[in-house]
């Protein structure tokens, strides 16, 4: 076998392998080493002190030592140890567990129900008013806090018994969720998106930039898609009784400002500050981990127990993500060096296809990817394949990292592993079907293509705000 | 197969290796604090100030490597590393234990002894120089965290060992034992059917929140 072929060969027993459901991080670790020391065997340097031996009459346990030491001479050794150190010295991937953080903390700031009671006051006159305030609270806990299963499990247990007692469609509701609170992934600071900026090369910042208007405009034609279905078919989303909707309006105005702004002021500050530049995106993160312990401190919810927990499972998933790193990595420049990167690029410009089929052919593999895998194995392993074909087809790394962003959370709503689904049936009554929160689940998948489309249709959605900002 | 003797010691070394991963990753995980409040400090001192430090971005990439490192076999321990488990979990245990048996031997400790040894080698190596941080003239000594690897590379492999006695029980068992842990997820106490304290003390505040409609009869 040609190196190149050795290079498909580790990637398709990669591909068996994970299937086998191994921890993907040290299956990429010992693959990566393994194949690497078959790429890097030199047998001359590799044994050159036991040769240098020989020739100069040392003793049998020189001879004996040197030979054994000639096996981990290998310089995959040495190509091991500095792609895990620049793993730990990267500056991007510092903000991960700094946003992890900030976000376990808001997630136990006591807040997320105080935000949907008052979001359901002040939609009351909207036609769908519960399912809007559901889907708002969903969008701003999301994207304060990024962990997918806390807000869709959380919003379960709040929202979704809420809309039930309502009489509303048990799809319609289910469904709002389980799209509401994928949309944390989207919507900056989302760690995936730090995750495509550390495998891509593009810078975190524009990404974040980038990600803004499309994250709003999915936002935006799921609320249109409430609203619209509400009216026009009133008996999904019943009015709640007239009597519990009144309240003056400065009560309202009190209750807005100790929960919607607080948190979306801290959102905004994090953000801002990285948008114009006045802190790094780690930098703006720690202090929102800062804003964040502040948030729980007014909530009286800082509890030791709380601050032990969001450390304690900030470490846990840091690690998670960041082996996976460390092992790809590895992994990754093995398969460049072995040529596998090449012979890639080679057979899909061989296609002869135009960018557009290009990238409908990437996004539809990473739609499919995205049923059995989860979003951090995909960008960490898969996506970096597609990148070296990105200028072949003149596609702009930045306008791809969007789409699979978009494409991703499709990966949390559709069957056989919809985990968002999942979440929600895991915590929602008996009588809750996981057939109706697919079913439910449907129109909000067609509203990611749609946005797909639209982005790809006006580019502007994605590079208003970056031209804006670093006139790029 | 074995004695009762051999199994008691398994799972005195599993409790063991469960123990002292934790304890790394969780000592280690307050790195998180000094990360927060190291670099919060000199985002203040410079924008508000005008006089940035010379260490903190030093700290903040030294803090979150040795964080990550050190809390991979607390991480393995509690089953928290992501698999691609679309067919496995569809396995009885006693299958998954089988092939996991198989697979740690392939696919984990080669990688593992590679960092132990080979980070050992690099770390010393470091350490003989009193290797410093090039990103400032401060000086920050970098060599504790090339240790790091070899050190994280010594907990992987004693908790891989307590992962494979975990197959061994499994196979004879026919169910995975699980190390037990006070900190979860909030998901994975809500499916659990434990209830959400965020979610109450809504009410003590007097706010008025429809209550989660959660039936007594069909939840335990």
Known sequence: ?472 | MFGGGVAADMNRYIEFADRLSAWFGKAFAWAIMVMTIGVGYEVIVRRLLGAPTSWAFDVSYIMYGTLFMMGGAYTLSRNGHVRGDFIYRLWKPRTQAMVEFVLYFIFFFPGVIALMVIGWRYAARSWGYGEVSVNSPAGIPIYQLKSVIAAAGILLFIQGIAQVMRCIKCMREGYWTFAPDDIEETEVKLMRGETAEVLQEAAAEGIDVTAPDRDGETRR
């Open chain 1, 1 to 472: 076998m040609t190196d190149p072929q050795i290079a498909l060969f580790m990637l398709g027993a990669f591909i068996f392998i994970i299937m086998l459901g191994f921890p993907i991080a040290f299956t990429l670790m010992a693959m990566g080493v393994a194949f690497g020391y078959y790429a890097y065997f030199d047998a001359d340097r590799m044994w050159r002190t036991y040769h240098r031996a020989v020739e100069n009459g040392a003793d049998t346990w020189t001879l004996v030592e040197t030979w054994v030491g000639g096996f981990f001479n290998n310089r995959i050794f040495d190509l091991f140890i500095n792609q895990t150190f620049s793993v730990m010295a990267n500056d991007v991937l510092t903000a991960i567990p700094l946003f992890l953080f900030m976000g376990y903390i808001v997630e136990r700031a006591n807040i997320v129900s105080r935000l949907f009671a008052t979001l359901s006051i002040a939609a009351r006159h909207v036609p769908g008013s519960m399912g809007v305030a559901a889907l708002i609270t969903c969008t701003l806990f999301a994207t304060s806090t990024g962990i997918v299963g806390a807000v869709v499990t959380l919003m379960g247990l709040l929202a979704f018994p809420a809309m039930l007692k309502a009489r509303y469609n048990i799809g319609f509701a289910s469904g709002i969720i389980c799209a509401g609170g994928t949309l944390g992934i989207l919507i900056p600071p989302s760690i995936m998106l730090i995750v495509y900026a550390a495998t891509s090369g593009v810078s975190i910042v524009q990404l974040y930039a980038g990600a803004m208007f499309p994250g709003f405009l999915l936002s935006g034609l799921y609320l249109v898609y409430i609203v619209v279905r509400s009216l026009l078919q009133p008996s999904v989303a019943p009015k709640p009784p007239k009597e519990e909707a009144d309240i003056p309006v400065g009560r309202l105005l009190f209750l807005l400002l100790t929960s919607f702004f607080p948190l979306a002021i801290l959102i905004l500050a994090v953000l801002g500050a990285i948008f114009f530049g006045w802190a790094t995106p780690s930098e703006a993160a720690a202090v929102g981990a800062v804003g964040g312990l502040v948030l729980a401190a007014a909530y009286r919810a800082l509890t030791w127990q709380r601050l032990r927990e969001s450390v304690y499972l900030t470490v846990r998933t840091t690690a998670m993500v960041c082996w996976l790193f460390v092992g790809s990595s590895t992994f990754a420049s093995v398969f460049a060096y072995l040529g596998g990167e090449q012979v890639i690029t080679e057979f899909v410009t061989g296609l002869d296809i135009s960018p557009l089929e290009f990238l409908l052919l990437s996004q539809l593999i990473i739609f499919l990817l995205g049923w059995p895998l989860e979003w951090t194995e995909i960008i960490i392993i898969f996506v970096p394949i597609f990148l070296p074909l990105l200028p072949h087809f003149g596609i702009d790394p930045l306008f791809f990292g969007i789409l699979v962003a978009l494409n991703l959370q499709t990966a949390f709503l559709s069957p056989p592993m919809a985990m968002s689904a999942y979440y929600l049936k895991g915590i929602a009554p008996p009588f809750v079907q996981l057939v109706e929160i697919f079913r439910g689940s449907i129109p909000f998948l067609l509203l990611v293509l749609v946005a797909m489309v639209l982005v790809y249709v006006f580019p502007p959605i994605v590079y208003y705000l970056p031209n804006l900002l670093y006139a790029r």
